[in-house]
């Protein structure tokens, strides 16, 4: 589904009917990513939207954190117009807790799952061997405990990313402005519930950021998921649907 409105186009799915739920991938992710929490959450009497993310689509000044969080906030006034749960994996979770301290009208909650804003072990600096599939495949298996939760799809959508020259930099500058927007100093002043599910084998986002987080935001509730790397939701699907629905039911029982 595309919606344009004053220049700015979106790019995203819409489905189900109840309270909204946004869901934001990471960097190196995309809608795909979300596929079966997505037809769990329509399932269970929630509203889904989730927006592509314009990470290779802003100015090169824009292209940070805080750029897209301007952009998610833009796609709540045009699209969603309701404050809504929010659920980010990596650097969508990064996004999500900008909109928290930036948007907090826009927040009704939120959900974080092998987020960046603390801590997270990059990608790389460069992409050093873009050419080579086989690298980039064990870099993206290193994502999961499983490596063949890293489909032949899923390594050529990062393959083709890396070897496009502007997506690259895009990536890169974006990676790296992630690193450095430490929120540690802000965290507490968010005010809204936040769940976070954590995968314990996470080698990317380490459990020991999922604690911090804990220890930092004032509401939240921490869950662990065992045998699972940095996307939860994608590796252990159903385990995950099981932390986060009661949790939801609870938050959001007569909004």
């Given at each position: 589904?595309?919606?344009?409105k004053k220049?700015v186009?979106?790019?995203?799915i819409?489905e189900g009917?109840?309270?909204?739920v946004?869901l934001l991938?990471g960097l190196m992710?995309?809608l795909?990513n979300?596929?079966?929490?997505?037809?769990?959450?329509?399932?269970?009497?929630y509203k889904v939207?989730?927006?592509q993310?314009?990470?290779?689509s802003?100015?090169?000044?824009s292209?940070?954190?805080n750029?897209?969080?301007?952009?998610?906030a833009?796609f709540?006034?045009?699209v969603v117009?309701?404050?809504?749960t929010?659920?980010g994996?990596?650097l969508?979770?990064?996004?999500?807790?900008?909109?928290?301290?930036?948007?907090?009208?826009?927040?009704?909650s939120?959900?974080?799952?092998g987020?960046?804003?603390?801590?997270?072990k990059?990608?790389?600096?460069?992409?050093?061997?873009?050419?080579?599939y086989?690298?980039?495949?064990k870099?993206?298996?290193e994502?999961f405990?499983?490596?063949?939760?890293?489909?032949?799809?899923l390594?050529?959508e990062?393959?083709?990313?890396v070897?496009d020259?502007?997506k690259?930099?895009?990536?890169?500058?974006?990676?790296?402005?992630?690193?450095r927007h430490n929120l540690?100093k802000?965290?507490?002043n968010i005010k809204?519930?936040v769940?976070?599910?954590?995968?314990?084998q996470d080698?990317?986002?380490p459990?020991?950021?999922?604690e911090?987080?804990h220890?930092l935001?004032p509401?939240?509730?921490?869950k662990w998921?065992?045998?699972?790397g940095?996307?939860?939701m994608?590796?252990?699907?159903?385990?995950?649907?099981s932390l986060?629905l009661?949790?939801?039911n609870?938050?959001?029982n007569g909004?």
């Amino acid at each position: 589904m595309i919606f344009s409105k004053k220049e700015v186009s979106y790019n995203y799915i819409e489905e189900g009917s109840g309270h909204p739920v946004v869901l934001l991938h990471g960097l190196m992710g995309g809608l795909s990513n979300f596929n079966e929490l997505k037809d769990f959450l329509v399932n269970n009497n929630y509203k889904v939207y989730i927006p592509q993310l314009p990470i290779y689509s802003l100015p090169v000044l824009s292209t940070n954190v805080n750029g897209i969080a301007k952009f998610v906030a833009k796609f709540m006034k045009d699209v969603v117009k309701k404050p809504s749960t929010f659920l980010g994996n990596s650097l969508g979770g990064h996004v999500g807790l900008v909109l928290s301290l930036k948007y907090p009208n826009w927040v009704h909650s939120l959900v974080l799952t092998g987020s960046s804003g603390l801590y997270e072990k990059s990608f790389g600096e460069t992409f050093p061997k873009r050419g080579n599939y086989e690298y980039i495949k064990k870099k993206t298996e290193e994502v999961f405990y499983r490596p063949e939760t890293a489909t032949k799809e899923l390594v050529d959508e990062v393959f083709a990313v890396v070897n496009d020259r502007i997506k690259a930099i895009k990536t890169v500058t974006l990676a790296r402005n992630a690193i450095r927007h430490n929120l540690s100093k802000e965290l507490p002043n968010i005010k809204c519930p936040v769940l976070l599910i954590w995968g314990k084998q996470d080698n990317v986002t380490p459990p020991s950021v999922a604690e911090e987080f804990h220890e930092l935001i004032p509401n939240t509730e921490l869950k662990w998921i065992n045998e699972c790397g940095h996307a939860p939701m994608m590796e252990k699907p159903d385990e995950f649907n099981s932390l986060l629905l009661p949790w939801l039911n609870e938050i959001t029982n007569g909004n």
